[in-house]
């Protein structure tokens, strides 16, 4: 597990989340994660044909005390537990990006979080996610305000 220095992290981030079952106190990298999905405005275009290919539904996780995305998955399937193994795949495993990619920064986030915490959207209160956070060691909460935190869709909704 890896932990990133707090003095560049956004001060929109809470370092309390309330959740259904207990408060956090956030006070470190990989202790909690947000996960979301949202749908952006935007389309993609068939690069060879032109032709209007959909709009992508985007899975995030972020950690919530520094900010940093851990992991996404993108695509045209309605978000569902196969779409979050995904995101949770990438955010957990660590991440190799050779030079094409140009990265200013690497990112050396990654491994089990303490927490997850989501919305009460049904993908997240399926068994199956129930059973990964057992599997993998982390624990899943539920936002206690789902309405007042909406971290993950500001960030993909922004204009």
Known sequence: MHQLNNEHSPEYLHTIIQTTEVILEVTRSNQVWHIDHAMPNILLIDEDDKRVVGRPYITL???SYSGCITGSNSGFEAPGSHEIALALRHAILPKHY???YE???TSEICGI???IVTDRAEEFKSE?????SLELGFILRLRAFPQADGLIESIILQN
């Open 98 to 100: 050779g030079v094409e």
């Open 128 to 132: 199956r996610l129930k059973e990964v």
């Open 113 to 115: 979080p303490e927490y």
């Open 61 to 63: 996780l972020i950690d």
């Open 103 to 105: 990265l200013q920064q």
